[in-house]
């Protein structure tokens, strides 16, 4: 890769793998909220998966761009995050945390699909393997979906038409040169993705009965404003809100302790508690 096509692939795969890291986070803190035992466990199970993705991503640039071990994951300040802005407010009730992960899941599948066919083996590698995963999201966010009761579904309604445009708008403008599509790191472009998505969304929420094919297409109009960040598919200078940070990177000592990288932390020395204190000299 050339420097340019570096920079522009390290921005353009920072801004799936930081979105795929908030998001991990949502099902991490609405896990306890689930409607049931299959619920928990399946939130627990998505949010594995997205973090998984996440460190992932963040491997293989560290290692195609010869950057520091662990330094995307925690050598960056919050303003330097790439993650989908809209993910920034929290879920207000159950249907709004429905729509907006799924239409997050449908986004981030679709910018991550224009990847499939790279011309770096690895990364194509890497990204069908992710799709396998993010299938089962999407399976089971549709089935969430499906059995909303009416209170919950006017709650996605109002969730589709305030965030909507804003993820929508994450994919940006057209552009006319990609350098990530004419050297073949990419194969399909963002406009292509952007319609894929909307055609994830119309489809499913219109199945549903959720709103009217008319009424979603109009509020699913994304627009890029001239605050833009392209290369963080942002705001410009929006961060990730601090109470947000500290759950995924948490400062206090004794949390600090038990997320180090294994990296890291295979090299400690705990001071573990004597078993005769509690009574128990032999396992046999």
Not at 89 to 101: E, S, V, Y
Not at 111 to 139: C, I, W
Not at 165 to 172: D, K, S
Request: proline share 4%; with cysteine.
């Amino acid at each position: 890769m050339s420097t340019k096509i570096s920079r522009e692939c390290l921005a353009e795969l920072l801004c799936i793998a930081d979105s795929d890291w908030v998001l991990g986070h949502w099902y991490i803190k609405v896990m306890l909220n689930g409607r049931s035992l299959p619920d928990c466990t399946a939130f627990a199970g998505m949010g594995q998966d997205s973090l998984g993705h996440t460190r992932a991503i963040f491997r293989f640039l560290e290692d195609q761009l010869d950057l520091p071990d662990h330094q995307l994951e925690f050598g960056r300040a919050p303003v330097e995050l790439h993650d989908m802005e809209v993910l920034s407010r929290p879920p207000q009730n159950w249907g709004d945390f429905l729509a907006t992960a799924f239409m997050a899941e449908c986004a981030l599948w679709r910018l991550l699909s224009t990847f499939l066919d790279s011309a770096n083996p690895e990364l194509a590698g890497m990204v069908k393997h992710f799709g396998k995963e993010l299938y089962f999201h999407r399976l089971g966010l549709e089935g969430w979906i499906a059995a909303t009761d009416g209170e919950e579904r006017s709650d996605m309604r109002r969730s589709l038409l305030e965030r909507g445009p804003l993820i929508t708008r994450w994919f940006g403008s057209a552009v006319e040169q990609d350098p990530l599509l004419s050297s073949g790191i990419r194969t399909s472009s963002v406009a292509t993705a952007r319609d894929a998505f909307l055609t994830d969304v119309m489809d499913v929420m219109t199945e549903a009965n959720i709103m009217e094919a008319g009424e979603l297409e109009a509020a699913l109009g994304g627009q890029t404003d001239d605050d833009w960040d392209a290369a963080r598919r942002k705001s410009v200078g929006a961060r990730i809100p601090d109470t947000l940070w500290e759950f995924m990177i948490p400062t206090d000592e004794d949390t600090v302790a038990l997320r180090r990288p294994l990296a890291i932390s295979v090299d400690d020395n705990l001071d573990l508690v004597d078993r005769a204190e509690y009574g128990h000299t032999d396992y046999a």
